[in-house]
């Protein structure tokens, strides 16, 4: 009996470590669909977008961070740039949606910030790190639902109108 127990304890500990590694994603590949919750609660799937518009999923550590304040402020300051080309942006991290909420409203950020503290996002992407938490990464999908373009953040400061000038161009 115990080496039953045992033995579907490891096979179900083996599929909870499976499923928290991370997949290697390549640009002209599908983007994997999610289902996540904004900063009120309102559901997102990547999968409502196909066939509509492009959309730029930034994944980010931590709200609230240097970093990730100044990546997101970024992003704010350039929106109504994308809005005018009807493009999605979603940024993702793996706090809850109250740390999410608190992050929107002390910077007046003007989209949707996606909760993945399920950790069920992260992974499939490939960017979620050792301490839990997500890589910055951002991804373009065009309106097919194919990664367009993967780009690391290496320069938060230019890094908004970089994803702006690559995601313009999958716009007719």
């Known amino acids: 009996m115990f080496r039953i127990f045992t033995f579907v304890f490891c096979f179900l500990l083996t599929g909870l470590v499976l499923s928290q590694s991370n997949e290697e994603l390549n640009e002209g590949m599908s983007a994997p669909d999610f289902e996540l919750s904004d900063q009120h609660g309102d559901i997102y799937r990547l999968s409502d977008y196909e066939n509509r518009n492009p959309v730029v999923i930034f994944f980010y550590p931590k709200a609230g961070t240097s970093g990730c304040t100044k990546q997101a402020c970024g992003m ?8 005018e080309k009807n493009i999605k942006v979603f940024g993702i991290s793996t706090d809850p949606v109250e740390d999410i909420q608190k992050f929107v409203e002390d910077h007046n950020l003007n989209f949707s910030l996606l909760s993945d503290d399920s950790k069920r996002v992260t ?10 938490m997500a890589k910055r990464v951002t991804f373009i999908v065009n309106n097919k639902g194919i990664i367009h373009k993967i780009i690391p953040v290496t320069d938060i400061d230019s ?10 161009q999958l716009v007719d």
């Open 76 to 83: 704010r300051d350039e929106i109504s740039k994308f809005k």
């Open 159 to 168: 890094h908004a109108a970089e994803v702006y000038s690559i995601a313009s």
């Open 123 to 132: 992974p499939r992407y490939g960017v979620l790190r050792d301490n839990g």
